[in-house]
């Protein structure tokens, strides 16, 4: 029995992850958990970076979706937080105002 080991479809054009897609997706992770501001940064610019690198004509990382999900993660914090920021404003407004109208 001899049988020869033939290699089984493997692709030779399997490019390797992006680190800076990786970067953006654990940034936007590490966001939503442990540093909200910090981490939205970090993943909007890192994966703005990482499409840029990924989508090179001679294409040498992949992990274009990962760069994609750590951007749309990246500004769906950004808009909670000015969505954050604008109900703690207005809660203010409403409590300097009550307490105003109190006292006359």
Known sequence: MNQQNDPQNVSNNA???STLAIISLVAAILGFTMLPIIGSIVAIVTGYSARKETRAV???VGGDGL?????????????LAVVGTCCFAAYFVFILGAVGLSNN
């Open 58 to 60: 001679p294409a040498l």
């Open 15 to 17: 490019l390797p992850t």
């Open 67 to 79: 760069a994609t999900a750590g951007i749309i993660m990246g500004w769906i914090q950004v808009g």
